[in-house]
């Protein structure tokens, strides 16, 4: 899966706003807010977010708004029809609760109760206190119980897709299509999610799980696309690179973030196309790139600085 994310982000995917449109959402802790009890949330590697709640009672969620660059202070998003959310758990199951919540404008987010604050739908792994019940689909049509998918006392990977299809359903995917359900949302105008876990211990010993960096928003192709939208779409090469890029357009604008969503580079002014962009000065890694083109539309783009 990492090989195939590779290649997908970072061989300079630009994509523009208007159109259909690709957002990764990084998976560091500093994106999210998080309430804990007696457990937490860490920065595993350079990729994968870590939960932990290794004993009885302890708990934590973690809060995030959607946003059109996937990173904090973007302006906000409410899921239209035909989005998608995906997003994918390296877990084995809980004693307590491993799960996801999509939200829409929660009134509070600040204790364990709130993950499913003003929810729309969740996804939940519940282990009903050594039960390990298969995962189940929480909405307004009640709860579904996934029989064919649930947790072991091994890692797997838990991949969650939900789709928009009216203002008031969403399809939800497990596992690329191995269930698949269509439900009636609790709340609508979707505007971020929740994840959380309660009491890690999956049978025979206290196991973390990790948020992979494969959450992505997807923008439907349903606003207005002008003809020359794709004349003017940016692209930068090379990428990766260990100095400088080019862009393959005129543009007004360049913001480079860093993976927690740190602007560290920032051009403004009027560049032509193939003009040079200095970066040799930043650490090796992988970063975001916002660009403006001379129509004013904005593109998001994945740089790799090695």
């Known amino acids: 899966m990492k090989k195939i994310y590779t290649t997908f982000l970072f061989l300079g995917a630009t994509i523009l706003l208007n159109a259909q449109t690709t957002i990764n959402y990084p998976q560091r802790q500093a994106h999210y807010n998080i309430v804990a009890n007696g457990a937490g949330v860490y920065d595993d590697g350079t990729e994968n977010l870590g939960m932990w709640a290794n004993y009885d009672g302890k708990e934590v969620v973690a809060f995030r708004n959607f946003t059109e660059t996937g990173l904090p202070g973007g302006t906000g998003s409410t899921m239209a029809i035909g989005d998608s959310f995906t997003?994918?758990?390296?877990?084995?199951?809980?004693?307590?609760?491993?799960?996801?919540?999509?939200?829409?404008?929660?009134?509070?987010?600040?204790?364990?109760?709130?993950?499913?604050?003003?929810?729309?739908?969740?996804?939940?792994?519940?282990?009903?206190?050594?039960?390990?019940?298969?995962?189940?689909?929480?909405?307004?049509?009640?709860?579904?119980?996934?029989?064919?998918?649930?947790?072991?006392?091994?890692?797997?990977?838990?991949?969650?897709?939900?789709?928009?299809q009216t203002a008031t359903t969403m399809q939800v995917s497990i596992n690329d299509g191995a269930a698949m359900f269509t439900v009636t949302l609790n709340n609508s105008n979707i505007t971020g999610y929740s994840i959380y876990l309660a009491d890690?211990?999956?049978?025979?010993?206290?196991?973390?799980?990790?948020?992979?960096?494969?959450?992505?928003?997807?923008?439907?192709?349903?606003?207005?696309?002008?003809?020359?939208?794709?004349?003017?779409?940016?692209?930068?090469?090379?990428?990766?690179?260990?100095?400088?890029?080019?862009?393959?357009?005129?543009?007004?604008?360049?913001?480079?973030?860093?993976i927690s969503g740190k602007l560290v580079k920032e051009y403004k002014g009027s560049f032509g196309k193939n003009t040079t962009f200095t970066v040799s000065e930043l650490a090796n890694g992988i970063y975001l790139t916002k660009i403006k083109n001379t129509l004013g539309q904005l593109s998001t783009t994945k740089l790799i600085k090695f």
């Open 200 to 258: 890690d211990w999956n049978g025979s010993a206290n196991q973390n799980i990790f948020w992979k960096p494969t959450s992505e928003y997807v923008y439907a192709n349903t606003l207005s696309t002008p003809k020359n939208a794709k004349e003017h779409m940016v692209s930068m090469f090379p990428n990766p690179t260990n100095n400088s890029f080019k862009v393959n357009k005129e543009i007004t604008s360049l913001q480079i973030f860093d």
């Open 87 to 164: 997003t994918i758990v390296s877990a084995t199951r809980a004693y307590g609760q491993i799960g996801i919540a999509l939200l829409s404008s929660p009134t509070a987010t600040s204790s364990w109760t709130d993950r499913h604050n003003n929810y729309a739908v969740q996804v939940n792994m519940d282990g009903n206190e050594g039960a390990f019940d298969p995962i189940e689909i929480i909405s307004n049509g009640g709860t579904v119980d996934v029989t064919t998918i649930s947790g072991a006392t091994t890692y797997a990977d838990y991949k969650f897709k939900f789709t928009l």
